[in-house]
């Protein structure tokens, strides 16, 4: 049972990839209970309106253009931790609080290490996006998935603001999640940004000592 990485050329069908199988059991699993253990139905629904997108989107592109099984380990590895948030709405999150604990923070930063999460984990699948099913440049595709995380953030905060200012508004403050933080859109944009530089700058130091494209 191979796995794949952005170099790989060959792709596997579905029903013989074992991996996608194995990620999306995972996956279904872990949403299911998020669904079932919810302590706020609503927010839940709100929350995974984005991830019905994502997954549509994943399902219609895999006969054409598929990631690679690393791609698709790292989407699945935020999205369960997305999901997770949404069980429990990011601000009651009870990882954050243990970690509130455990490391003394002044409030639970579960949203925060999602929205890093965001750039970090979804930065390599971009680039792989860019640049095999697009044919970008190379350079292209070290910018690209910094930019599109930085402009993805942006329009989640302004479809946040819009959700729990003007077509929620009994879900605004769970769904928001700032604990009374103002700057709390401007700090989750930056941790994404951050994630996905970060992200970038591995994969390229790791291709250089690897001497690999």
């Not at 990485?5 to 209970?33: C, D, Y």
Request: aromatic share 20%; net charge neutral.
């Amino acid at each position: 049972m191979g796995f794949t990485h952005a170099l790989h050329e060959h792709r596997t069908p579905f029903l013989k990839n074992r991996w996608m199988q194995i990620f999306l059991l995972l996956f279904f699993v872990l949403w299911g209970s998020t669904l079932i253990g919810t302590t706020d139905i609503n927010n839940w629904f709100l929350e995974n309106a984005l991830v019905f997108l994502f997954l549509g989107f994943l399902f219609f592109t895999y006969r054409k253009y598929q990631f690679s099984d690393l791609g698709y380990l790292l989407i699945t590895v935020y999205l369960c931790l997305h999901v997770y948030g949404a069980k429990y709405t990011y601000a009651e999150n009870p990882l954050g609080y243990w970690l509130k604990d455990t490391m003394g923070w002044e409030r639970n930063h579960y949203d925060r290490i999602v929205h890093f999460s965001f750039g970090f984990l979804l930065a390599y699948p971009w680039r792989e996006m860019f640049i095999r099913w697009m044919k970008f440049p190379a350079w292209v595709g070290w910018a690209l998935p910094i930019e599109l995380t930085l402009s993805i953030s942006g329009l989640y905060e302004l479809i946040e603001w819009a959700v729990a200012d003007i077509f929620f508004k009994a879900q605004g403050d769970a769904y928001l999640g700032t604990q009374g933080d103002i700057w709390d859109a401007q700090k989750d944009m930056f941790l994404a940004t951050l994630g996905a530089i970060l992200a970038t700058t591995i994969v390229s130091i790791l291709k250089k000592a690897l001497r690999i494209q």
